[in-house]
């Protein structure tokens, strides 16, 4: 299969790069110098969260420029993360929709989102610099919580909302519709409302489907179901989902990408739906989804 080209990121466009590192990670001072120097290489300017301050060393601190969290992911053309798949997913938390591209550097393991090496750093800016990155659309989830007190949210979401029982619940009964149209009340553990980026998450342990990033799809995921008859469903990603808890007295929980959470009683829903934008995922220019998916899975090992 022939990887889908999306739109190149501009080089001459793209002047200001904010860096979101783990900086508590050992090799987070030595990449994130890196990643500044190939930064001004590419001649441009890094910003980074005044958190970072004082964290990252003096070849670090005397290159760029510091500004809290929310005023840099407002103010960059390009959010890179070093990190991990969390850290990623703070990174796409900080700009809320904006249509801000976001690169990601593994600091270990070999993430689904975080796809470029320490290694692969000078290469991966030299592309840039030539032009040859790629900018792919990644479908993000709008999700609000209903509650008895006011609803909360809107939130973005990039991998799944999970609504689930904490340890020491019963099994829960959720009523979900779809587009207004009752589909099941899931007799479960939780569900998980996930895109496509999601589906090598959360949704996958829980025996969900692989799915290739672009497809325009919502999966739904029960986890652990009474019914085993009660399948994952793959739903066109113009649907608006919703989720109502049925049970009372337990202790349930919405959460959203792993990061957030919040409690949900009786009654009370969870309305997801397709976000206005994508998120703009800058791809590694030459490795495929289908052999990070070989790399991680251990496929043919």
């Not at 209903?146 to 009523?175: M, Q, Y």
């Not at 019914?227 to 608006?240: E, G, K, Y």
Request: proline share 8%; net charge neutral.
């Amino acid at each position: 299969m022939t990887r889908p080209r999306g739109e190149s990121l501009d080089p001459k466009a793209v002047r200001r790069f904010g860096l979101l590192v783990k900086y508590r990670h050992p090799r987070a001072p030595e990449t994130t110098a890196r990643v500044v120097q190939e930064v001004r290489a590419s001649g441009g300017q890094a910003y980074l969260p005044e958190e970072c301050r004082g964290r990252l060393g003096e070849a670090v601190e005397r290159d760029v420029q510091w500004l809290p969290l929310p005023e840099l992911a407002a103010a960059v053309d390009c959010m890179v993360v070093i990190g991990g798949d969390g850290t990623f997913l703070q990174a796409v938390r900080s700009i809320a929709g904006r249509p801000v591209p976001v690169l990601g550097i593994h600091l270990g393991r070999l993430g689904f989102l975080t796809e470029v090496t320490v290694e692969e750093v000078p290469a991966v800016f030299e592309a840039f610099r030539q032009g040859r990155l790629q900018v792919q659309p990644r479908t993000l989830l709008q999700a609000t919580i209903e509650r008895t007190d006011g609803p909360l949210g809107p939130f973005t979401v990039l991998n799944d909302v999970v609504v689930n029982k904490s340890a020491l619940a019963r099994i829960i009964d959720l009523r979900v519709t779809v587009d207004g149209e009752f589909l099941t009340n899931y007799r479960a553990d939780g569900l998980i409302i996930a895109t496509p980026t999601g589906s090598t998450a959360y949704s996958l342990s829980a025996g969900g489907s692989i799915v290739y990033p672009t497809v325009p799809v919502i999966l739904l995921t029960p986890i652990c179901p009474h019914a085993l008859t009660q399948r994952p469903i793959l739903l066109p990603d113009t649907a608006r989902v919703e989720v109502v808890l049925e049970v009372e007295n337990e202790d349930v929980v919405v959460t959203l990408d792993g990061q957030q959470g919040y409690p949900l009683g009786f009654r009370e829903r969870v309305v997801v739906r397709k976000a206005p934008e994508p998120l703009r995922f800058v791809t590694h220019p030459e490795r495929s989804f289908f052999e990070t998916l070989r790399m991680k899975l251990k496929w043919g090992e």
